[in-house]
Protein backbone atom coordinates (compact mmCIF):
# COMPACT_ATOMS: atom_id res chain seq x y z
CA UNK A 1 0.00 0.00 0.00
CA UNK A 2 1.17 3.57 0.06
CA UNK A 3 1.94 3.50 3.56
CA UNK A 4 1.88 2.22 6.46
CA UNK A 5 -1.78 1.26 7.85
CA UNK A 6 -3.13 0.35 11.44
CA UNK A 7 -6.37 -0.87 12.95
CA UNK A 8 -8.81 -0.11 14.32
CA UNK A 9 -7.92 3.64 14.90
CA UNK A 10 -9.58 3.76 18.58
CA UNK A 11 -10.64 0.97 20.71
CA UNK A 12 -12.08 1.65 24.06
CA UNK A 13 -12.43 -1.70 26.11
CA UNK A 14 -13.55 -2.83 29.81
CA UNK A 15 -10.02 -4.01 32.03
CA UNK A 16 -9.39 -7.80 31.36
CA UNK A 17 -10.75 -8.33 28.27
CA UNK A 18 -8.60 -8.99 25.24
CA UNK A 19 -7.61 -6.89 22.68
CA UNK A 20 -5.89 -7.18 18.88
CA UNK A 21 -4.89 -4.14 17.15
CA UNK A 22 -3.32 -4.74 13.40
CA UNK A 23 -0.43 -3.35 11.11
CA UNK A 24 -0.32 -3.50 7.42
CA UNK A 25 3.18 -2.06 6.87
CA UNK A 26 4.28 -0.92 3.09
CA UNK A 27 4.39 -3.29 0.55
CA UNK A 28 7.73 -4.50 0.62
CA UNK A 29 9.03 -3.94 3.30
CA UNK A 30 10.88 -6.57 5.38
CA UNK A 31 10.98 -5.14 9.09
CA UNK A 32 8.12 -3.89 11.08
CA UNK A 33 8.14 -2.58 14.40
CA UNK A 34 5.71 -2.09 17.26
CA UNK A 35 6.33 0.92 19.58
CA UNK A 36 4.01 2.41 22.61
CA UNK A 37 3.27 5.94 23.61
CA UNK A 38 1.37 7.23 26.63
CA UNK A 39 0.24 10.73 27.13
CA UNK A 40 2.82 12.72 27.29
CA UNK A 41 5.79 10.51 26.82
CA UNK A 42 8.11 9.44 24.13
CA UNK A 43 7.72 6.42 22.04
CA UNK A 44 8.69 2.51 23.79
CA UNK A 45 10.23 0.17 21.68
CA UNK A 46 8.17 -2.63 22.17
CA UNK A 47 9.08 -5.47 19.41
CA UNK A 48 10.57 -5.84 15.88
CA UNK A 49 10.09 -8.49 13.12
CA UNK A 50 12.46 -9.02 10.57
CA UNK A 51 10.38 -10.67 7.74
CA UNK A 52 8.20 -13.35 10.37
CA UNK A 53 10.81 -13.77 12.69
CA UNK A 54 11.17 -11.35 15.84
CA UNK A 55 14.69 -11.78 17.33
CA UNK A 56 14.21 -10.11 20.39
CA UNK A 57 10.88 -10.01 22.73
CA UNK A 58 12.33 -8.37 26.12
CA UNK A 59 10.93 -4.88 24.84
CA UNK A 60 7.43 -6.07 25.21
CA UNK A 61 5.73 -5.18 28.73
CA UNK A 62 4.39 -8.42 29.88
CA UNK A 63 3.63 -11.56 29.47
CA UNK A 64 -0.05 -10.41 28.61
CA UNK A 65 1.59 -8.65 25.05
CA UNK A 66 2.43 -10.79 22.42
CA UNK A 67 2.45 -10.24 18.33
CA UNK A 68 2.94 -12.13 15.54
CA UNK A 69 3.55 -11.14 11.42
CA UNK A 70 2.65 -13.96 9.04
CA UNK A 71 3.99 -13.74 5.09
CA UNK A 72 6.55 -11.31 5.46
CA UNK A 73 3.40 -8.81 5.74
CA UNK A 74 0.39 -7.96 8.71
CA UNK A 75 1.51 -7.92 11.68
CA UNK A 76 -0.98 -8.23 14.81
CA UNK A 77 0.00 -7.13 18.27
CA UNK A 78 -2.64 -8.63 21.18
CA UNK A 79 -2.65 -7.44 24.64
CA UNK A 80 -4.48 -10.20 27.12
CA UNK A 81 -6.31 -9.19 30.11
CA UNK A 82 -6.15 -5.31 29.36
CA UNK A 83 -5.20 -3.22 32.18
CA UNK A 84 -5.98 0.52 32.58
CA UNK A 85 -1.88 0.75 32.38
CA UNK A 86 -1.91 -0.42 28.81
CA UNK A 87 -4.04 2.41 27.95
CA UNK A 88 -1.89 4.01 25.31
CA UNK A 89 -1.39 5.14 21.46
CA UNK A 90 0.24 2.04 19.54
CA UNK A 91 2.39 2.87 16.84
CA UNK A 92 3.50 0.59 13.99
CA UNK A 93 6.29 1.16 11.49
CA UNK A 94 7.54 -0.32 8.78
CA UNK A 95 11.48 0.08 7.10
CA UNK A 96 12.57 -1.57 3.96
CA UNK A 97 15.04 -3.26 6.26
CA UNK A 98 16.34 -2.94 9.68
CA UNK A 99 19.44 -0.04 8.58
CA UNK A 100 16.84 2.32 6.59
CA UNK A 101 14.53 4.76 7.79
CA UNK A 102 11.22 3.77 9.37
CA UNK A 103 7.90 5.21 8.44
CA UNK A 104 5.14 5.06 11.01
CA UNK A 105 1.31 4.54 10.74
CA UNK A 106 -1.65 6.98 12.34
CA UNK A 107 -1.86 4.76 15.49
CA UNK A 108 -3.86 2.83 17.75
CA UNK A 109 -5.66 4.72 20.46
CA UNK A 110 -6.42 1.92 23.28
CA UNK A 111 -8.25 3.36 26.09
CA UNK A 112 -8.87 0.48 28.88
CA UNK A 113 -11.86 1.38 31.61
CA UNK B 1 20.69 1.55 31.36
CA UNK B 2 20.29 2.70 27.52
CA UNK B 3 18.92 6.21 28.06
CA UNK B 4 18.53 9.52 25.32
CA UNK B 5 18.06 12.34 26.98
CA UNK B 6 16.24 15.58 25.27
CA UNK B 7 16.75 18.76 26.00
CA UNK B 8 14.87 21.91 26.33
CA UNK B 9 11.20 19.75 27.31
CA UNK B 10 9.83 22.52 25.79
CA UNK B 11 10.63 25.83 23.60
CA UNK B 12 8.49 28.56 22.35
CA UNK B 13 9.96 30.88 19.52
CA UNK B 14 8.66 33.64 17.11
CA UNK B 15 8.59 33.31 13.23
CA UNK B 16 11.66 34.07 11.59
CA UNK B 17 14.14 32.65 14.95
CA UNK B 18 16.58 29.89 14.55
CA UNK B 19 16.02 27.17 17.39
CA UNK B 20 18.46 24.49 18.38
CA UNK B 21 17.09 21.05 20.19
CA UNK B 22 19.67 18.89 21.50
CA UNK B 23 19.89 15.01 22.21
CA UNK B 24 22.01 13.17 24.43
CA UNK B 25 22.60 9.60 24.39
CA UNK B 26 23.64 6.44 26.75
CA UNK B 27 23.31 3.40 24.99
CA UNK B 28 25.79 0.07 24.87
CA UNK B 29 26.34 -1.17 21.09
CA UNK B 30 25.32 2.49 19.20
CA UNK B 31 24.60 2.32 15.39
CA UNK B 32 23.11 5.22 14.87
CA UNK B 33 21.10 8.25 15.84
CA UNK B 34 17.57 9.23 14.50
CA UNK B 35 15.26 12.67 14.70
CA UNK B 36 11.76 12.13 13.92
CA UNK B 37 9.25 15.50 13.80
CA UNK B 38 5.69 14.26 15.38
CA UNK B 39 2.89 16.95 14.95
CA UNK B 40 -0.21 14.57 15.61
CA UNK B 41 0.24 10.57 16.01
CA UNK B 42 2.56 9.15 13.19
CA UNK B 43 6.53 10.66 13.20
CA UNK B 44 7.87 11.52 10.32
CA UNK B 45 11.66 10.94 9.80
CA UNK B 46 14.22 13.63 9.22
CA UNK B 47 17.43 12.24 9.34
CA UNK B 48 19.48 9.38 10.47
CA UNK B 49 23.31 9.96 11.22
CA UNK B 50 26.13 7.25 11.80
CA UNK B 51 28.91 9.18 11.24
CA UNK B 52 30.56 11.51 13.47
CA UNK B 53 30.71 15.36 12.25
CA UNK B 54 29.14 14.99 9.42
CA UNK B 55 26.18 17.83 9.08
CA UNK B 56 22.98 16.54 7.17
CA UNK B 57 20.80 19.32 5.74
CA UNK B 58 17.19 19.43 4.66
CA UNK B 59 15.85 22.52 4.01
CA UNK B 60 15.94 24.51 6.72
CA UNK B 61 16.78 21.65 9.31
CA UNK B 62 20.32 20.39 9.59
CA UNK B 63 21.82 18.06 12.24
CA UNK B 64 25.00 16.77 13.70
CA UNK B 65 26.39 13.79 15.15
CA UNK B 66 29.18 14.09 18.01
CA UNK B 67 29.95 10.43 18.90
CA UNK B 68 32.49 11.50 20.94
CA UNK B 69 30.25 13.77 23.79
CA UNK B 70 27.08 11.28 22.74
CA UNK B 71 25.03 14.37 21.40
CA UNK B 72 23.50 15.29 18.10
CA UNK B 73 22.03 18.58 17.73
CA UNK B 74 19.19 19.58 14.89
CA UNK B 75 18.96 22.73 13.95
CA UNK B 76 16.09 24.99 12.36
CA UNK B 77 16.58 28.15 11.02
CA UNK B 78 14.13 30.77 10.02
CA UNK B 79 11.33 28.92 11.91
CA UNK B 80 7.77 28.75 10.74
CA UNK B 81 4.22 28.11 12.52
CA UNK B 82 4.25 24.66 10.22
CA UNK B 83 7.30 23.70 11.90
CA UNK B 84 5.16 23.65 15.32
CA UNK B 85 5.65 20.02 16.18
CA UNK B 86 7.39 17.58 19.22
CA UNK B 87 10.77 16.68 18.00
CA UNK B 88 11.86 13.33 18.88
CA UNK B 89 15.37 11.37 18.56
CA UNK B 90 16.17 8.16 18.93
CA UNK B 91 19.25 5.77 19.31
CA UNK B 92 19.21 3.05 17.37
CA UNK B 93 21.11 -0.23 18.81
CA UNK B 94 22.54 -3.09 16.57
CA UNK B 95 23.97 -6.10 19.28
CA UNK B 96 26.20 -8.50 18.12
CA UNK B 97 23.57 -11.13 17.90
CA UNK B 98 21.93 -9.00 14.66
CA UNK B 99 19.11 -7.73 17.03
CA UNK B 100 18.36 -3.92 16.66
CA UNK B 101 16.67 -1.71 19.61
CA UNK B 102 15.50 1.86 19.54
CA UNK B 103 15.39 3.96 22.73
CA UNK B 104 13.64 7.57 21.97
CA UNK B 105 13.76 10.21 23.82
CA UNK B 106 10.93 11.58 25.54
CA UNK B 107 11.06 14.65 22.64
CA UNK B 108 11.50 18.05 22.64
CA UNK B 109 7.60 20.87 21.96
CA UNK B 110 8.34 23.48 19.55
CA UNK B 111 5.74 25.93 19.63
CA UNK B 112 6.27 28.49 16.72
CA UNK B 113 4.21 31.75 17.05
CA UNK B 114 3.10 33.93 14.87
Known amino acids: GAGVSQSPSNKVTEKGKDVELRCDPI?????LYWYRQSLGQGLEFLIYFQGNSAPDKSGLPSDRFSAERTGGSVSTLTIQRTQQEDSAVYLC???????????FGPGTRLTVL | EDKVVQSPLSLVVHEGDTVTLNCSYE??????LLWYKQEKKAPTFLFML????IEKKSGRLSSILDKKELFSILNITATQTGDSAVYLC??????????????FGTGTRLKVLA
Open chain 2, 27 to 32: VTNFRS
Open chain 2, 50 to 53: TSSG
Open chain 2, 90 to 103: AARILYTSGTYKYI
Open chain 1, 27 to 31: SGHTA
Open chain 1, 93 to 103: ASSLNPDNEQF
